[in-house]
């Protein structure tokens, strides 16, 4: 059991939750993808993710 379950692994979710860790809560994030970030992920032509 979680004190807080944050919807979305973004930036703002991920942002969110480790702000919530350090005041002591235990959080969850639920990501739809198999990966955090979204938005802010950038998929080079090299294949590099950013
Ligand atoms: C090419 C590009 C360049 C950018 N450049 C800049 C820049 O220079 N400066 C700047 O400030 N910003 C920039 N941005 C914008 C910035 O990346 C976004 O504003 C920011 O990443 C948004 O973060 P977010 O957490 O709000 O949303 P998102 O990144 O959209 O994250 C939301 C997350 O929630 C998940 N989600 C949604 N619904 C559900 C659900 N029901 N259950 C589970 N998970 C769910 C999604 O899968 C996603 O991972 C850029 C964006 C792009 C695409």
């Given amino acids: 059991m979680y004190d807080v ?3 979305g692994g ?3 979710g ?6 919530l ?3 002591g809560l ?6 739809a993808h ?6 802010c992920r950038l998929l080079l ?3 590099l993710l950013v």
């Fill in 26 to 31: 235990s959080t969850v994030v639920l990501e």
């Fill in 34 to 39: 198999g990966q955090p970030g979204w938005m």
């Fill in 10 to 12: 973004g930036m703002a």
């Fill in 21 to 23: 860790q350090r005041r």
């Fill in 14 to 19: 991920m942002a969110t939750a480790a702000r």
């Fill in 45 to 47: 032509p090299q294949g």
């Fill in 5 to 7: 379950a944050v919807i």
